[in-house]
């Protein structure tokens, strides 16, 4: 069975608003575009969330259904949460690791949540994860640093920038703002 991958998630932090912007492109294997208009930003537990995935498809939905089960646990913390699902990984609870990465974030936070157990909260207030996810950093920290633009328009056109330059990200961008 062919393997589905690539995508780009973008994450903004500013002035009280976090955006998180992802674009559409699923690719089979390493050279056939599968679909173009994929959303892999989403918003959880009654809006209060926004989070956005990357990786291997099944990966990436098992790993946001673990996550999105956690925060109902701890009613939206979402340290709390991120810490509990990567315990399940500390202490062999779950039988294996996750081909996956995400993003979440509330009104107050801004995380990176890996399929093997690791949760990282970004310095700067912006994160990238997938393959496009270096060229989108890049171009958010510099709109970040030399642009008034609000949270939602650097993740916007990082996520743009990033379409321009990695063969596994397209322009179909999804933006979800908390």
């Not at 679909?35 to 956005?52: E, F, M, P, S």
């Not at 990966?59 to 996550?67: M, P, Q």
């Not at 970040?144 to 990082?158: D, L, W």
């Not at 063969?167 to 999804?174: A, E, G, K, L, R």
């Amino acid at each position: 069975m062919p393997e589905f991958r690539g995508t780009t998630i973008c994450a903004v932090k500013k002035d009280g608003k976090t955006a998180l912007a992802g674009d559409g492109q699923v690719t089979m294997s390493e050279s056939i575009i599968f679909k173009n208009n994929a959303v892999k930003v989403r918003r959880i537990y009654g809006g209060k969330v926004i989070l956005g995935f990357a990786g291997s498809v099944s990966d990436a939905f098992s790993l946001s259904e673990k996550f999105e089960g956690m925060l109902n646990k701890f009613a939206g913390n979402l340290m709390r949460s991120a810490v509990e699902l990567a315990e399940l990984w500390r202490n062999d609870k779950l039988p294996r690791r996750l081909e996956a990465m995400m993003i979440v974030a509330d009104k107050d936070q801004l995380l990176i949540v890996s399929g093997s157990g690791e949760v990282i909260e970004p310095d700067g207030g912006v994160c990238a994860i997938g393959s496009g996810g270096n060229y989108a950093l890049a171009a958010a920290r510099a709109l970040m640093q030399e642009t008034g633009y609000s949270a939602e328009e650097i993740a916007q056109k990082a996520l743009k920038i990033a379409s321009e330059i990695c063969v596994f990200t397209n322009d179909h961008i999804t933006v979800e703002v908390v």
